[in-house]
């Protein structure tokens, strides 16, 4: 995790009476904080209930940690000299050239530690440097590795690399018009890495070793370090995508929209982040100009907080039309007002009945296994409620002889006959809402009324 505040300013007051012997003495307490995407992913025991004598730690906490990703470092200073004519289309020595996202460490330091460790292969690019030095003058100049130079121009120093079917790689340069073309009779320098896919997925404790290139510039960092290893087995490592697969998958890459104009267009470009659930958009004169109001509806009903809008606003950037304001607003909540009224079978406990009705209807996972009718991530914009839906629901309990419905309508507003016509409507940017706490009815709310049973 990566942690994104600690108070170490705090004091449990009753903490002495923890201690052995007890005493009335306050205890230090530091909080720390981390982000959402960073919560752990299973609970961690910090004491042992059934031994309170056993003062053993059963989980630890450890920093100094730090990324490590697979490849090996290789220097070739003896790439071919650039010949007079012809185009100059080099290979490199070693085979397997690895490919990765760029990382940037100082965006990477203000993002969850879990983000990191999301690669997409789309997005990767061969891990290599190149420099080319003038023969005449022996001036350096680095070039940079792209996908393809249809938007290098003539001045942009840039490359290709072409992988073939064995992994080994050439260099393909640009012909002056479609990237720069390298300086007649200069030569060139290459430093890369080499290893590529699942078997860089090695096991917790597999790495041990510290290799420098150069201990007098990390002298001081080698005597402080005493152990080496990864506590958590390594992930994100794929193999190549084998040529008939991507043959089969290039035509439909092109099909992936990437630009937006109409609403339909916004609404399936944002629904591709990863952290919405759907999304709904509608273009609206605003007095001068129009603006796309774009509502989003993240995953288990998360809020839209500020730091979220502008995250989602950098992504549909390079997508959006010009000449139109942009606005990511949250989506409009329509609390219900429901009553149920429920007969129960000979023989079946009211009590029971009842906490199966809250978990059925409910907003949450249950541990039982069971998902709430009104789960967040089961609604979304303009989506009805069926009055058929809710009896359905209630008759497939065990227990329930007979359901109905006694008030089906908007909470906080005049019923509209929808007990009538058996649904409640809600717009395109709107979303039904039924949290089912009586201290906040006007989050939405559903009663039960029992009649038989025990």
């Known amino acids: 995790v990566r942690l994104t505040r600690v108070n170490s300013e705090l004091e449990d007051l009753i903490g002495g009476r923890f201690k052995d012997p007890p005493d009335n003495s306050a205890v230090p307490l530091t909080e720390i904080e981390w982000a959402l995407p960073d919560a752990l992913k299973f609970s961690l025991w910090v004491t042992r209930p059934v031994c309170p004598k056993n003062t053993s730690p059963l989980s630890v906490a450890r920093g100094n940690i730090v990324l490590a990703d697979h490849g090996k470092s290789e220097a070739e200073n003896d790439l071919p000299e650039v010949q007079w004519a012809g185009d100059y289309r080099p290979q490199l020595s070693k085979r397997d050239l690895t490919y990765r996202e760029v ?4 965006q990477a330091k203000k993002e969850p530690a879990a983000d990191i460790l999301q690669q997409h292969p789309e997005n990767a690019v061969p891990v290599l440097s190149l420099q080319s030095f003038a023969s005449n003058s022996g001036d350096g100049e680095i070039w940079h590795v792209q996908p393809d130079l249809l938007n290098s121009n003539q001045f942009a120093s840039d490359f290709v690399v072409e992988m073939e079917r064995d992994r080994t790689a050439y260099l393909r340069f640009g012909d002056g018009n479609l990237g720069k073309a390298p300086l007649a ?4 320098k290459a430093n890369y ?3 590529n896919g699942t078997a860089g997925n090695v096991g917790r404790e597999a790495i041990a070793y510290l290799l420098l290139h150069s201990s007098d510039h990390f002298s001081e960092l080698v005597g402080k370090i005493t152990k080496i290893y990864n506590p958590l087995a390594a992930e994100g490592g794929i193999d190549p995508e084998p040529i008939a697969k991507a043959r089969l998958n290039a035509p439909q890459a092109l099909r992936i929209r990437q630009n937006c104009v109409t609403e339909a267009d916004y609404v399936e470009v944002m629904q591709r ?8 958009a509608q273009l609206r004169w605003t007095g001068s100009w129009y603006t ?3 509502a989003v509806d993240r995953y288990k009903g998360e809020l839209l907080d500020q ?8 992504y549909i950037e390079p997508f959006r039309l010009m000449g139109h304001d942009l606005e990511i607003v949250e989506p409009t909540f329509v609390p219900l007002d429901i009553v149920l009224e429920i007969i129960i079978k000979e023989g079946y406990f009211q009590s029971s009945i009842r906490r199966t009705l809250e978990e059925t209807f409910g907003n949450k996972d249950y ?3 069971k998902r709430g009718f009104f789960h967040p991530d089961n609604l ?4 009805p409620v069926f009055l058929s839906r809710i009896i359905q629901q209630a008759m497939d309990i065990d227990g329930v002889y007979r359901a109905e419905v006694g008030r089906f309508q908007v909470w906080g507003q005049t019923p509209r006959d929808e007990l009538n016509q058996g649904v409640i409507a809600t717009d395109s940017l709107s979303i039904v809402q039924v949290d089912n706490n009586p201290y906040t009815p006007e989050y939405g709310l559903i009663n039960f009324e029992l009649e038989g049973g025990i």
């Open 103 to 106: 990382y940037h460490h100082e």
């Open 185 to 188: 009779g200069s030569t060139m």
């Open 193 to 195: 890495r080499r290893g």
């Open 273 to 280: 982040h990863p952290e919405v659930q759907k999304a709904a």
């Open 292 to 294: 796309m109001f774009i």
């Open 307 to 314: 730091e979220f809008k502008e995250e989602l606003h950098n």
């Open 367 to 369: 541990q039982s296994g």
């Open 380 to 383: 979304s914009f303009g989506q």
